[in-house]
């Protein structure tokens, strides 16, 4: 059960836009995250929740989505995500944040998988611009940010045919493939 809800948890890129996310739904999610573990026990997450249109503009115009996409400079209006988790760390309680937010990250995409939603993470964030657009104090550094929504593409998993390239890529018909390694690939005794 729970490997096929990992297999089915994929990034996603475009979405159904006009689907909405509630306010109560992303605190469910966070509160996957906040029962995650984390180094030292520290629980220095904080996070802020959008589910509006005008605040998920904002965070929007400060991402870079799809990198190996060199043409593509994210969903069109219509497919974009109808909620955002931006993950801070709370640096009067910790300033090394581990790997915490991956954990939280991941818990909070496989909740959201599970009710049907998918997500992307984003790392490749203008974060000080981002974080002065919100008003978000110094006291929190932007972590990452993950946008939710309902997927409105298809992404399927692959065998990895050319080690070398592991890049995903778009077929003619709007198709997302998603190259993994064989897991025999990956033990190495």
Not at 4 to 12: D, G, I, P, Q
């Amino acid at each position: 059960m729970l490997k096929e809800l990992v297999r089915k948890n994929r990034t996603v890129r475009r979405f159904e836009q006009e689907v909405e996310i509630e306010r109560g739904t992303l605190e469910e999610w966070v509160d996957l995250a906040r029962l995650s573990s984390c180094g030292s026990n520290l629980q220095s997450l904080k996070y802020f929740l959008s589910n509006d249109r005008e605040t998920n503009k904002v965070i929007f115009d400060h991402l870079r989505w799809a990198g190996y996409y060199k043409d593509w400079h994210g969903p069109e209006e219509g497919e974009r995500p109808s909620a955002y988790i931006v993950m801070l760390g709370d640096n009067e309680i910790a300033t090394n944040h581990f790997w915490d937010h991956g954990i939280a990250s991941q818990s909070i995409l496989l909740g959201a998988c599970e009710q049907g939603f998918g997500g992307c993470m984003f790392a490749s964030v203008d974060k000080k611009g981002l974080a002065t657009k919100l008003q978000i104090s110094d006291q929190y550094e932007i972590l990452m940010v993950i946008a939710l929504g309902k997927p409105k593409e298809i992404v399927v998993l692959e065998e990895v045919t050319d080690p070398k390239d592991i890049k995903y890529w778009r077929d003619t018909d709007g198709v997302h493939h998603v190259p993994k390694r064989k897991l025999e690939d990956l033990l190495i005794n």
